[in-house]
């Protein structure tokens, strides 16, 4: 009988892990020896697990840095791109939006003040301007006489000086309504944009804006929060001091203003559509100047506040246990003419681009330049932008925007071929107008963009509809990550 040979221990760990020899301590160790070795690799891994969550922490900053989706909102100044933007928020970041939501609150009482104000402006305008066209001379009513010049003055002169009485404390209400809005900015002044082109006090009717370094909803949260955490706190609708009070006052003058039939036809004979403005409210002011008034989401996504500079919105969305989380960054650019040179440092590393076109404003001129259509403006935009070649592989969502408000305008009689020569004897119904318009902006697509395989998506759209946009991006969102993916060779 063979007796068994025996393997030594070492052999069998040298045979299974080659660096166990090297890893094995001493056989001669001292007991000194072993509590200064145990003592070393305890400070090793402290090293190895500070350098292990250092790297961690710097991943997690690249990947917040560098998101894995990347998206820019373009288009013109009042196209609907800063609703989109709390479209987004709503859906991918609900509880940040609905903290927010009481902060709105100022700036639609500021919405509601401006468009009063614009009315006023246009009755003071009737009244000091000679010659003008005479108001029912488009409409004449049936057996009366069309009042002459000094009639039309005089009827303005008596109604600005009516409602410039009754309304008085609401305007003087605009510099405080301003006031709480630059709360957290550091600027000893708020801003305001007259004609488009410099941030300042220039122009007195100009637009109010806030700069995107301030955070003015934030400030406003905050003040209600601490508000509600003193002992002597009181609600907004209790407090004094808060605007509310002056707007449920005036509340019943400014609805007559509103619906008195005579300013209605002066802005008409304007062709001024305040329902056409972004945050118009007049339609709601029985409701909006209650003293206990909280805002809507839908009332937030029609409220209008200009930022001077970049808006930019973060989240994650969650792809599954095998995919984690993917990062989305959203800049929304300023859309005026002058804040359009600083479109080109964002293209870089762009996965897609949301393109807004307001298709309802054919009708309408730019603010900063009265003389260019926004239609017209639009379509210049959307050919610079396609035929960049920074831009030639990233795919393009062309919302065809505020087809609601084309709708209303083509149902009461305003005519596309009176401002777009080339849609001629066609029919003015929504379904011609909107088929054209889209084949218009596409075959500028075809015609002008280096790579014609570029992924090109066109939606009509009405961004103020919470239901129907909410359900647009989910399908929008599922397309940019399919393209991603497939970009990263993923799919």
């Excluded at 903290?99 to 919405?111: C, K, M, Q, S």
């Excluded at 639009?378 to 609601?404: G, Q, T």
């Excluded at 149902?411 to 001629?424: F, H, P, Q, S, W």
């Amino acid at each position: 009988m063979v007796a068994a040979r025996s393997v030594p221990q070492n052999s069998l760990h040298s045979h299974s892990d080659p660096f166990d020899a090297l890893l094995r301590p001493p056989q001669d160790e001292t007991p000194a020896q072993r509590e200064q070795r145990i003592l070393a690799e305890q400070q090793a891994k402290r090293v190895s697990d500070a350098i292990d969550e250092q790297l961690r922490i710097e991943r997690a900053e690249l990947k917040k840095n560098n998101p894995d989706v990347k998206v820019l909102l373009l288009g013109q100044s009042e196209s609907g791109k800063s609703t989109t933007l709390k479209q987004f928020q709503l859906l991918h970041t609900p509880a940040a939006f609905q903290a927010e939501r009481t902060a709105w609150r100022i700036v639609i009482y500021l919405n509601l003040v401006r468009s009063l104000r614009r009315i006023l402006d246009t009755i003071s305008m009737e009244q000091e301007e000679e010659g003008q066209e005479r108001l029912d001379s488009a409409s004449p009513v049936s057996g009366s006489q069309t009042p002459t010049d000094p009639e039309i003055h005089r009827i303005a002169a008596e109604k600005h000086a009516e409602y410039t009485a009754v309304l008085r404390p609401v305007f003087e209400l605009e510099g405080r309504l301003m006031n709480r809005l630059r709360e957290d900015d550091d600027e000893d002044e708020a801003t305001r944009l007259g004609d488009g082109s410099t941030p300042g006090w220039s122009v007195p009717r100009g637009e109010y804006a806030v700069r995107t370094t301030t955070n003015w909803k934030r400030a406003l949260t905050l003040r209600r929060s601490r508000s509600n955490r003193t002992s002597t706190s009181t609600p907004w609708w209790e407090d004094p001091s808060d605007p509310v009070h002056v707007l449920d006052t005036c509340r019943d003058a400014m609805i007559r203003l509103w619906k008195d039939e005579w300013v209605r036809r002066l802005l008409v004979e304007k062709c001024i559509r305040l329902q056409e403005s972004s945050g118009f409210f007049l339609d709601e002011i029985e409701r909006v100047t209650t003293k206990r008034y909280t805002p809507t989401d839908e009332d937030v996504l029609k409220a209008r506040l200009k930022t001077v500079g970049v808006v930019e919105h973060r989240f994650a969305i969650n792809m599954g246990t095998m995919r984690g989380n993917t990062n989305w960054v959203i800049y929304d650019v300023g859309g005026a003419r002058n804040q359009r040179h600083a479109w080109a440092p964002f293209f870089q590393d762009v996965n897609a681009i949301i393109f807004l076109a307001p298709i309802s404003a054919f009708d309408q001129v730019l603010t900063e330049d009265s003389n260019i259509n926004r239609l017209e403006d639009s379509l210049l935009l959307w050919r610079a932008l396609i035929s960049n070649k920074l831009l030639e592989a990233v795919p393009i969502v062309l919302f065809l925007n505020k087809c609601d408000l084309l709708r209303e305008k083509l149902e009461a009689g305003v005519r596309l071929k009176n401002y777009l020569v080339t849609y001629g004897d066609r029919p003015n119904d929504y379904e011609s107008v909107s088929k054209y318009l889209r084949n218009k902006f596409g075959s500028l697509h075809n015609q002008s963009a280096p790579k014609r395989e570029r992924e090109l998506f066109i939606h009509y759209t009405a961004v103020i509809d919470k239901a129907k946009t909410a359900q647009l991006i989910t399908n929008v969102r599922e397309a940019i990550l399919r393209i991603n993916l497939k970009t990263l060779k993923l799919m």
